[in-house]
């Protein structure tokens, strides 16, 4: 089914999958504000994208031609959340959740923006099987390791490795999964524009492959590449207390096939990790309830 919701434009690729911020210049907030105020301060929001090498296109530019310029033919539909400038950052900005891919049909001129017309347009699963992505994950975590020496020795080991990880375990499924390995595998604009048009998992798969055959040449095979890594990265989290214990189990639980363990030890820690979780989870519920007002009769 077709919409029509409020556009946004970038410069450069943004691939659908990770929550994201992007800054806003003073019209696009303008224009958004009300909008959003309107649902309630978060609605769904279109965020298209310029075709790679394209020339960046004015303010003034789309006020003469009563357009954005040209765009990318998929783009992404996410729920949008205006943050006003702070004292650290002083352009307002909109933080988008949930993206997917749509097929962007038309835009209309608006007083202040622009709105564009949209029909759905999913990455098409084929023939991808989730145990081939897991296989692809479990290579992409182990580069993650392997490449991040420089994080191991300024103690920003925890920071580099936490964020992809904590996503791509949290993904919605292998399309999904391949997607956000996309995002942190490929930075030149045509890579990132073909991922975006393709057709299907399956295209998104062998570029993903493809990378990670070219980055593995001249890593030595075995778990002696990540054991540094690992060990470093729990010596870091080890200060930080309990109340990130659940999410240093996740982690653990998502390299720990790279040590190749007996299959007992793997099950044991499989096994701890989703009790942590929910123990986790079970602390967040009493905590919000112990810091909700109680009503008054």
């Known amino acids: 089914m077709a919409a029509t919701l409020p556009l946004i434009v970038l410069d450069e690729i943004m691939l659908p999958g990770a929550d994201t911020e992007v800054s806003l210049d003073p019209d696009e907030a303008r224009f958004l504000a009300p909008l959003l105020e309107g649902a309630g301060g978060t609605a769904a929001v279109v965020v298209a994208c310029r075709p790679p090498n394209a020339p960046r296109v004015t303010a003034m530019e789309k006020r003469a031609q009563a357009g954005p310029g040209p ?34 049909r038309e835009t209309e001129a608006r007083a202040g923006g622009f709105m564009a017309g949209v029909d759905p347009w999913p990455l098409a699963a084929g023939e ?29 080991l925890r920071e580099a490795v936490e964020g992809p990880i904590g996503e791509l375990e949290a993904a919605r499924g292998p399309a999904q999964r391949l997607l956000l390995m996309s995002d942190y595998l490929f930075e030149r604009p045509g890579m990132r524009h073909e991922v975006l ?99 008054r009769s």
């Open 71 to 104: 765009l990318v033919e998929a783009a992404l539909v996410g729920e949008g959340t205006l943050r006003p400038p702070t004292d650290d950052d002083p352009h307002p900005a909109l933080a988008i959740s949930s993206t997917s891919r749509v097929r962007l």
């Open 128 to 156: 991808v099987e989730a145990a081939q992505v897991d296989a692809l994950v479990r290579r992409f975590y182990r580069i993650l390791l392997a490449t991040r020496g420089d994080a191991l020795d300024a103690g920003g």
């Open 197 to 295: 048009m393709a057709e299907g998992a399956a295209e998104v798969r062998d570029m993903v492959e493809d990378a990670l055959e070219l980055m593995e040449q001249g890593f030595p095979p075995g778990p002696g590449l990540v054991r540094a890594p690992i060990t470093a990265y729990l010596q870091e989290v080890a200060g930080a207390g309990l109340a990130d214990l659940a999410r240093t189990a996740r982690v653990l639980g998502a390299v720990a096939p790279l040590l190749e363990p007996s299959p007992d030890a793997l099950e044991q820690l499989r096994a701890l990790v989703a009790d942590l979780t929910a123990a986790q989870e079970r602390f967040d519920r009493l905590t919000a309830k112990l810091l909700k007002p109680r009503k």
